[in-house]
T-cell receptor, first 117, second 111 residues
Framework: GAVVSQHPSRVICKSGTSVKIECRSL??????MFWYRQFPKKSLMLMAT?????????EQGVEKDKFLINHASLTLSTLTVTSAHPEDSSFYIC?????????????FGPGTRLTVT | DAKTTQPPSMDCAEGRAANLPCNHS???????VYWYRQIHSQGPQYIIH???NNETNEMASLIITEDRKSSTLILPHATLRDTAVYYC????????????FGKGITLSVRP
Protein backbone atom coordinates (compact mmCIF):
# COMPACT_ATOMS: atom_id res chain seq x y z
CA GLY A 1 0.00 0.00 0.00
CA ALA A 2 0.90 3.66 -0.29
CA VAL A 3 3.22 4.95 2.43
CA VAL A 4 3.36 8.41 3.94
CA SER A 5 6.09 9.35 6.38
CA GLN A 6 6.41 12.23 8.80
CA HIS A 7 9.46 13.67 10.45
CA PRO A 8 10.03 14.12 13.29
CA SER A 9 7.74 11.73 15.13
CA ARG A 10 8.11 13.72 18.34
CA VAL A 11 9.42 17.19 19.03
CA ILE A 12 9.70 19.32 22.12
CA CYS A 13 10.37 23.01 21.70
CA LYS A 14 10.43 26.11 23.82
CA SER A 15 7.69 28.68 23.66
CA GLY A 16 8.37 31.30 21.00
CA THR A 17 10.42 29.09 18.71
CA SER A 18 9.38 27.65 15.35
CA VAL A 19 9.08 24.01 14.42
CA LYS A 20 9.02 22.41 10.98
CA ILE A 21 7.28 19.10 10.30
CA GLU A 22 7.86 17.20 7.07
CA CYS A 23 5.38 14.97 5.29
CA ARG A 24 6.56 12.72 2.46
CA SER A 25 4.79 10.33 0.13
CA LEU A 26 7.32 7.55 -0.30
CA UNK A 27 6.05 5.49 -3.19
CA UNK A 28 3.56 7.66 -5.01
CA UNK A 29 3.07 11.19 -6.21
CA UNK A 30 0.66 13.35 -4.28
CA UNK A 31 -0.81 16.42 -5.91
CA UNK A 32 -2.72 17.15 -2.74
CA MET A 33 -1.67 16.84 0.87
CA PHE A 34 -3.69 17.62 3.97
CA TRP A 35 -2.69 18.70 7.45
CA TYR A 36 -4.73 17.77 10.50
CA ARG A 37 -4.43 18.48 14.19
CA GLN A 38 -5.71 16.22 16.94
CA PHE A 39 -6.01 17.11 20.61
CA PRO A 40 -6.16 14.35 23.25
CA LYS A 41 -9.34 12.29 23.09
CA LYS A 42 -10.63 14.40 20.24
CA SER A 43 -11.13 13.73 16.56
CA LEU A 44 -8.94 14.94 13.73
CA MET A 45 -9.52 18.53 12.66
CA LEU A 46 -8.51 19.53 9.15
CA MET A 47 -6.22 22.55 9.21
CA ALA A 48 -5.37 23.06 5.57
CA THR A 49 -5.24 21.56 2.12
CA UNK A 50 -1.99 21.83 0.24
CA UNK A 51 -1.66 21.53 -3.51
CA UNK A 52 1.71 21.14 -5.17
CA UNK A 53 2.99 24.41 -6.50
CA UNK A 54 0.22 26.60 -5.15
CA UNK A 55 -0.78 28.26 -1.91
CA UNK A 56 -2.45 26.20 0.76
CA UNK A 57 -6.13 26.58 1.54
CA UNK A 58 -6.75 26.99 5.25
CA GLU A 59 -9.86 25.97 7.15
CA GLN A 60 -11.81 28.61 8.96
CA GLY A 61 -10.18 29.59 12.23
CA VAL A 62 -6.69 28.39 11.32
CA GLU A 63 -4.12 31.17 11.27
CA LYS A 64 -2.21 31.01 8.01
CA ASP A 65 0.61 33.18 9.33
CA LYS A 66 1.12 30.86 12.27
CA PHE A 67 0.90 27.56 10.41
CA LEU A 68 2.99 27.94 7.28
CA ILE A 69 2.52 25.22 4.70
CA ASN A 70 4.77 24.59 1.74
CA HIS A 71 4.15 21.93 -0.90
CA ALA A 72 7.17 22.33 -3.13
CA SER A 73 7.15 18.92 -4.81
CA LEU A 74 4.82 16.01 -5.52
CA THR A 75 6.29 14.07 -2.62
CA LEU A 76 6.95 16.65 0.08
CA SER A 77 4.88 19.09 2.12
CA THR A 78 6.04 20.92 5.21
CA LEU A 79 4.15 22.51 8.08
CA THR A 80 5.95 25.16 10.11
CA VAL A 81 4.46 26.17 13.43
CA THR A 82 5.79 29.68 13.99
CA SER A 83 6.25 31.24 17.42
CA ALA A 84 4.87 28.15 19.06
CA HIS A 85 3.02 28.38 22.36
CA PRO A 86 1.90 25.69 24.80
CA GLU A 87 -1.61 25.73 23.32
CA ASP A 88 -0.10 24.56 20.02
CA SER A 89 0.93 21.32 21.67
CA SER A 90 -0.93 18.65 19.74
CA PHE A 91 -0.69 15.64 17.45
CA TYR A 92 -0.16 16.81 13.87
CA ILE A 93 -1.02 14.39 11.09
CA CYS A 94 -0.60 14.74 7.36
CA UNK A 95 -2.24 12.79 4.58
CA UNK A 96 -1.67 12.54 0.87
CA UNK A 97 -3.94 11.79 -2.00
CA UNK A 98 -2.55 9.41 -4.59
CA UNK A 99 -2.50 11.22 -7.90
CA UNK A 100 -2.41 8.03 -9.94
CA UNK A 101 -5.46 6.34 -8.48
CA UNK A 102 -8.99 6.44 -9.83
CA UNK A 103 -10.47 6.80 -6.37
CA UNK A 104 -9.50 9.37 -3.81
CA UNK A 105 -8.48 7.46 -0.77
CA UNK A 106 -6.08 9.40 1.37
CA UNK A 107 -3.07 7.84 3.02
CA PHE A 108 -2.07 9.15 6.39
CA GLY A 109 1.29 9.64 8.00
CA PRO A 110 2.08 8.32 11.48
CA GLY A 111 1.75 11.75 13.06
CA THR A 112 4.05 14.15 14.88
CA ARG A 113 3.63 14.81 18.58
CA LEU A 114 4.50 18.45 19.31
CA THR A 115 5.03 19.58 22.87
CA VAL A 116 5.68 23.25 23.52
CA THR A 117 7.14 24.06 26.92
CA ASP B 1 -20.34 16.66 2.86
CA ALA B 2 -23.04 14.65 4.58
CA LYS B 3 -22.87 14.21 8.34
CA THR B 4 -22.48 10.67 9.67
CA THR B 5 -23.65 9.29 13.01
CA GLN B 6 -22.00 6.43 14.83
CA PRO B 7 -22.53 4.94 18.29
CA PRO B 8 -19.73 6.04 20.62
CA SER B 9 -18.47 2.57 21.42
CA MET B 10 -18.95 -1.15 21.11
CA ASP B 11 -17.08 -4.28 21.96
CA CYS B 12 -16.83 -7.77 20.62
CA ALA B 13 -15.05 -11.00 21.43
CA GLU B 14 -11.84 -11.94 19.71
CA GLY B 15 -12.47 -14.19 16.74
CA ARG B 16 -16.03 -13.03 16.27
CA ALA B 17 -17.34 -10.69 13.60
CA ALA B 18 -17.49 -7.01 14.50
CA ASN B 19 -20.34 -5.13 12.83
CA LEU B 20 -19.91 -1.37 13.03
CA PRO B 21 -22.96 0.69 12.03
CA CYS B 22 -23.06 4.14 10.51
CA ASN B 23 -25.96 6.41 9.60
CA HIS B 24 -25.62 8.89 6.76
CA SER B 25 -29.22 9.78 5.98
CA UNK B 26 -28.34 13.00 4.14
CA UNK B 27 -25.74 11.48 1.85
CA UNK B 28 -25.88 12.82 -1.67
CA UNK B 29 -25.64 10.81 -4.84
CA UNK B 30 -22.01 11.57 -5.56
CA UNK B 31 -20.72 10.91 -2.04
CA UNK B 32 -18.85 7.77 -1.19
CA VAL B 33 -18.82 6.11 2.21
CA TYR B 34 -15.27 5.82 3.54
CA TRP B 35 -14.05 3.94 6.59
CA TYR B 36 -10.81 4.68 8.35
CA ARG B 37 -9.52 3.55 11.68
CA GLN B 38 -7.06 5.02 14.13
CA ILE B 39 -5.13 2.94 16.56
CA HIS B 40 -4.00 4.87 19.61
CA SER B 41 -1.36 7.54 18.85
CA GLN B 42 -1.06 6.59 15.19
CA GLY B 43 -2.28 8.12 11.96
CA PRO B 44 -5.59 6.91 10.51
CA GLN B 45 -5.52 3.83 8.32
CA TYR B 46 -7.71 3.48 5.24
CA ILE B 47 -9.98 0.45 5.41
CA ILE B 48 -12.51 0.50 2.59
CA HIS B 49 -14.91 2.69 0.70
CA UNK B 50 -17.96 2.28 -1.51
CA UNK B 51 -20.65 4.14 -3.39
CA UNK B 52 -23.67 1.86 -3.50
CA ASN B 53 -22.52 -1.68 -4.04
CA ASN B 54 -21.22 -3.83 -1.23
CA GLU B 55 -17.46 -3.98 -1.14
CA THR B 56 -14.96 -6.44 0.28
CA ASN B 57 -11.21 -6.37 0.62
CA GLU B 58 -8.62 -8.15 2.70
CA MET B 59 -9.45 -6.11 5.76
CA ALA B 60 -13.22 -5.80 5.84
CA SER B 61 -16.57 -5.79 4.10
CA LEU B 62 -18.77 -2.77 3.60
CA ILE B 63 -22.51 -3.24 3.36
CA ILE B 64 -24.46 -0.21 2.13
CA THR B 65 -28.25 -0.21 2.32
CA GLU B 66 -30.16 0.18 -0.90
CA ASP B 67 -31.31 3.70 0.01
CA ARG B 68 -27.69 4.52 0.99
CA LYS B 69 -28.79 6.05 4.25
CA SER B 70 -26.75 3.69 6.36
CA SER B 71 -23.91 1.24 6.13
CA THR B 72 -22.14 -1.41 8.17
CA LEU B 73 -18.46 -2.18 8.31
CA ILE B 74 -17.80 -5.83 9.03
CA LEU B 75 -14.53 -7.14 10.40
CA PRO B 76 -15.08 -10.86 9.91
CA HIS B 77 -12.75 -12.21 12.57
CA ALA B 78 -11.81 -9.47 15.01
CA THR B 79 -8.44 -9.63 16.74
CA LEU B 80 -7.04 -7.65 19.65
CA ARG B 81 -5.12 -5.54 17.12
CA ASP B 82 -8.43 -4.33 15.69
CA THR B 83 -9.08 -2.33 18.87
CA ALA B 84 -9.24 1.25 17.54
CA VAL B 85 -11.46 4.21 16.77
CA TYR B 86 -13.31 3.64 13.51
CA TYR B 87 -14.45 6.60 11.46
CA CYS B 88 -17.26 6.50 8.92
CA UNK B 89 -17.06 9.45 6.51
CA UNK B 90 -19.28 10.49 3.63
CA UNK B 91 -17.34 12.45 1.06
CA UNK B 92 -17.35 13.20 -2.62
CA UNK B 93 -14.37 12.57 -4.86
CA UNK B 94 -12.55 15.04 -7.03
CA UNK B 95 -9.90 17.70 -6.70
CA UNK B 96 -11.71 19.68 -4.02
CA UNK B 97 -12.90 16.82 -1.88
CA UNK B 98 -11.75 16.41 1.70
CA UNK B 99 -12.45 14.12 4.64
CA UNK B 100 -14.29 15.45 7.66
CA PHE B 101 -13.77 13.26 10.71
CA GLY B 102 -16.51 12.90 13.31
CA LYS B 103 -16.10 11.32 16.71
CA GLY B 104 -16.02 7.78 15.37
CA ILE B 105 -16.81 4.58 17.22
CA THR B 106 -14.38 3.02 19.65
CA LEU B 107 -14.21 -0.71 19.09
CA SER B 108 -12.79 -2.75 21.92
CA VAL B 109 -11.98 -6.37 21.14
CA ARG B 110 -11.87 -8.49 24.27
CA PRO B 111 -9.89 -11.73 24.63
Amino acid sequence: GAVVSQHPSRVICKSGTSVKIECRSLDFQATTMFWYRQFPKKSLMLMATSNEGSKATYEQGVEKDKFLINHASLTLSTLTVTSAHPEDSSFYICSARDYGRVYDEQYFGPGTRLTVT
Amino acid sequence: DAKTTQPPSMDCAEGRAANLPCNHSTISGNEYVYWYRQIHSQGPQYIIHGLKNNETNEMASLIITEDRKSSTLILPHATLRDTAVYYCIAASTGANSKLTFGKGITLSVRP
